[in-house]
């Protein structure tokens, strides 16, 4: 009998902060998840998940760089030549959500056009961008320290083999230890 291949192999891996923020979702949120979702012309979902219990849908994006350069604000700027910088809720909701392609897709796998749309960020320039994101957009902004924390709190003690949750729980006992040994 021949060997069955994979169909997953060849797949784009799923970027680390991607699969941070799945892995927020099916512990703390306790959804079941889809990752990079290709889609034609180029587009690609970064998460969908969904509450079997509860029954919420989320799109979910990522777009986190560590750097200053990258603190997300509502109105896009400039280069020079006129290219968009894409840190700008105006053009990452027109790229990530709004694109027919992208609505037509998330649609269609969820059966329904009532899901909630999420961005993923390091940092926003200023607070009133999350509020004003909501409101003019319908998108939520979390930051990805918030789910990395949430993340950690809920690893337990058991052996992970997935690399973050492994990371995050050796990092979370080597806390505990420091602050025991201080104390000693």
């Not at 998330?106 to 993923?120: A, M, N, P, Q």
Request: proline share 3%; glycine share 6%; net charge positive.
């Amino acid at each position: 009998m021949p060997r069955r291949r994979s169909i997953w192999r060849g797949q784009p891996k799923v970027e680390p902060e991607v699969h941070i923020v799945e892995r927020h979702m099916q512990l703390v949120k306790k959804c079941f998840t889809m990752t990079n979702v290709m889609l034609e012309g180029g587009k690609e979902i970064d998460l969908l998940a969904v509450n079997p219990i509860s029954g919420t849908k989320y799109h979910i994006e990522v777009r986190v760089a560590i750097g200053k350069g990258f603190r997300l604000r509502l109105i896009d700027t400039q280069t020079k030549d006129g290219r968009k910088h894409r840190r700008g809720m105006d053009t990452l909701n027109e790229i990530k959500f709004s694109h027919p392609t992208v609505a037509k897709a998330v649609t269609e796998i969820f059966g329904t056009s009532g899901y909630r749309k999420v961005l993923v960020v390091w940092d926003v320039e200023d607070d009133r961008v999350v509020e004003q994101a909501k409101s003019v957009y319908g998108i939520e902004i979390w930051k990805i320290s918030d789910l990395i924390n949430q993340l950690t709190q809920e690893v337990s003690t058991k052996s992970y083999r997935d690399d973050v949750l492994r990371t995050l729980q050796l990092q979370k006992s080597c806390q505990f230890l420091n602050r025991f040994l201080k104390e000693a």
